[in-house]
């Protein structure tokens, strides 16, 4: 690959693993949610992430041109060759931590979708046109759940608070970029973080600025997507993710 097209394959390797990474989180919930309901939403809000990793992670193998489809790049990759951020790979802990990590995680991909949707790679835009409109509900539904919480007892109300303060550290990394980001933000291709991160803020604020709720105090950060550093709960989700398809190698299902 040249520089270009490896800068595009990376890209799509980040788009897409954020989703399959955040999504396989998410399944974790079946059978577990609060109420019958909400665990099928879950299960549906998982099922569209995944189905979105396999949009992004098939034009990254076609893009790469090696023979590797989809299913190679998601379960026979190691964990330091993922790209997916910090943030989706976090424990699912209580009800309040899913809620307000995908909250935060959905809001950043309906910015980054909407401005992905206008841009010059034809395929890449078509995907995140398609994927917006998931995005669109993700953002409603952890959004109505975290008024919800913020509204509720205060219980709710400490949980929430802890979730926020606990997983704020993850957020700037979202919108880290390096050499590869500004060559494709200049071709017209990549999304330019820094146009996005005050419009994520703003969402964010707007809306917990409903219940009379502070932005969280936590501002220490971690980074360590683009160099491919993970926390030690990746290569947990892989285990049981790519279990199956290593132990039986080309095994057709």
Same mark, same amino acid.
């Given at each position: ?5 490896? +800068?595009?394959?990376?890209? !799509? ?17 079946? @059978? ?5 309901? =909400? ?6 809000? +998982? ?12 034009? +990254?193998?076609?893009? $790469?041109?090696?023979?590797?489809? $989809?299913?190679?790049?998601? #379960? ?18 209580? #009800? ?9 995680? &959905? /809001? ?13 790679? &034809? ?5 995140? /046109?398609? &994927?917006?409109?998931? !995005? ?5 539904? &952890?959004? =109505? ?18 979730? #926020? $303060? ?9 919108? *880290?970029? *390096? ?11 990549? /999304? ?13 604020? +707007?809306?917990?600025?409903?219940? @009379?709720?502070?932005?969280? @105090? ?12 993970? @926390? =030690? ?21």
């Amino acid at each position: 690959m040249d520089k270009n097209q490896h +800068a595009l394959f990376n890209y !799509c390797l980040r788009l897409g693993d954020n989703s399959l990474i955040l999504g396989q989180r998410i399944t974790e919930w079946c @059978s577990h949610a609060p109420i019958l309901e =909400e665990d099928i939403a879950l299960a549906n809000l +998982a099922l569209d992430l995944i189905g979105q990793a396999r949009e992004f992670l098939t034009y +990254a193998g076609e893009i $790469e041109k090696k023979g590797r489809a $989809e299913d190679d790049l998601a #379960f026979l990759r190691d964990a330091n060759e993922f790209r997916n951020a910090l943030l989706v790979e976090q424990p699912n802990g209580d #009800f309040a931590h899913t809620i307000v990590r995908q909250y935060l995680f &959905s /809001v950043f991909n309906y910015h980054l979708l909407t401005e992905l949707g206008k841009g010059k790679d &034809s395929t890449l835009a078509a995907i995140a /046109v398609k &994927s917006l409109k998931e !995005c669109t509900y993700h953002v409603r539904h &952890s959004g =109505e759940w975290i008024l919800r919480m913020g509204d509720g007892t205060e219980e709710s109300k400490r949980r929430l608070f802890n979730a #926020f $303060e606990d997983l704020w550290m993850y957020t700037a990394e979202l919108f *880290d970029t *390096d050499e590869s980001d500004d060559l494709l933000v200049k071709k017209g291709i990549a /999304v330019d973080m820094k146009t996005i991160h005050p419009l994520w803020l703003e969402t964010i604020k +707007a809306h917990l600025d409903k219940i @009379s709720f502070p932005l969280p @105090s936590n501002h220490y950060l971690v980074q360590g997507i683009k160099k491919g550093k993970h @926390s =030690e709960h990746l290569g947990h989700i892989l285990a049981e993710m790519q279990f199956l398809p290593r132990a039986y190698p080309g095994t057709k299902w």
